[in-house]
């Protein structure tokens, strides 16, 4: 029911550890998101995906993974 499914990466957060130079960080948040959606994409069992409002950014990555949307 909400407006929004997602409206995009959490820029202040990459921001924020890029300029602290926290690559190891903003490694690891890139490759979590990175691994979460090629599960999607690689389940062993259908995906339907039901984004509702504005899908945008990450979220558009996950219905686009999905079987069926």
Do not use: Y
């Not at 499914?5 to 130079?21: I, V």
Request: charged share 15%; hydrophobic share 50%.
């Amino acid at each position: 029911d909400a407006l929004h499914f997602s409206a995009g990466a959490n820029l202040m957060l990459l921001l924020l550890e890029s300029q602290e130079e926290n690559w190891d960080a903003v490694d690891a948040m890139i490759r979590a998101f990175q691994g979460a959606t090629m599960a999607l994409k690689c389940a062993g069992v259908p995906v339907v995906v039901a984004p509702a409002g504005l899908t945008l950014g990450g979220g558009c990555e996950v219905s686009l993974h999905g079987d069926r949307v």
